[in-house]
């Protein structure tokens, strides 16, 4: 090999590298972020950053529906996620989590498998794209992280991929632990509420029990019991029903 090619070789190697020291340093700040909104933030940033492109977005199975959904996305508005469904069949990122492997599309106007629906609803354009599934602890598929429309004309390669999909699995973790942060301290709250009514019902117990009660007040304690177990009956309905 020339010394040119030496050069050169050496200097993709150094990029490489230094790109992987960024996915590192990257997927210490969003394992550490249990903000659910600003972690997805962070993770559209650096799959834009990392692989050179315009924008990114992030789309999850919601398991009931068995729909894809914007969480996520860069150059989209919260308005514009909500109202679009990306359907499983007939769409890039329905295929990548599908089949659990990443794809490359390098135009999108050849490509029948890309889904219209949401270019015309953004009036965003996008000329080719990169997705690649994003997977629990437990191996299980709950989404895709995309990267659209390649800088300087580009195009996705290898190291996109490989790239994308390190951010994919450390993203895949953290948006499971800061869920199970909201589950857990949602649950600290709920036990809160539930409590409220019990001290409430132990109280008029304790009264009802005592000798010396006036009977004025009896009734008005019935009362209060009847209220708090009404109450207490609501909140693990409502519990139930979340």
């Known amino acids: 090999m020339t010394s040119l090619g030496n050069d050169l ?3 993709f190697l150094q990029q490489r590298m230094q790109r992987y020291e960024r996915v590192l340093e990257i997927s210490h700040q969003i394992t550490a972020t249990l903000d659910h909104n600003a972690l997805l933030k962070q993770i ?3 799959a834009s950053e990392l692989t050179e492109s315009e924008a990114a977005s992030i789309l999850l199975l919601d398991s009931a529906s068995g729909e894809l959904r914007f969480e996520m996305a860069s150059n989209m508005s919260p308005a514009e996620l909500e109202r679009i469904v990306v359907p499983i069949d007939n769409s890039i990122a329905g295929w990548v989590v599908t089949n659990g492997q990443p794809r490359i599309i390098h135009d999108t106007r050849l490509e029948k498998g890309f889904f219209q629906n949401v270019q015309d609803q953004t009036q ?3 000329r080719n794209l990169l997705a690649v599934p994003m997977r629990s602890h437990r191996g299980q598929v709950i989404g895709a992280l995309e990267a659209l429309n390649k800088r300087h004309q580009r195009r996705y390669d290898d190291d996109d991929v490989r790239t994308l999909m390190l ?3 450390q993203a895949a973790i953290a948006i499971e632990n800061a869920r199970l942060f909201q589950q857990s301290d949602f649950m600290a709250e709920m036990v809160h509420e539930l409590r ?7 109280t008029s117990a304790a009264l009802l ?3 010396d009660l006036p009977a004025e007040r009896h009734d008005d304690i019935v009362h209060m019991f009847q209220a708090e177990t009404d109450r207490l009956i ?4 409502d519990f139930l029903d979340l």
Request: charged share 10%; aromatic share 4%.
């Open 167 to 169: 951010l994919a699995l």
């Open 209 to 211: 029990l005592r000798p």
């Open 196 to 202: 409220t009514p019990l001290v409430a019902l132990k």
């Open 234 to 237: 609501h909140l693990t309905s």
């Open 124 to 126: 965003v354009m996008t």
């Open 9 to 11: 070789a050496w200097e």
């Open 44 to 46: 559209v940033q650096a």
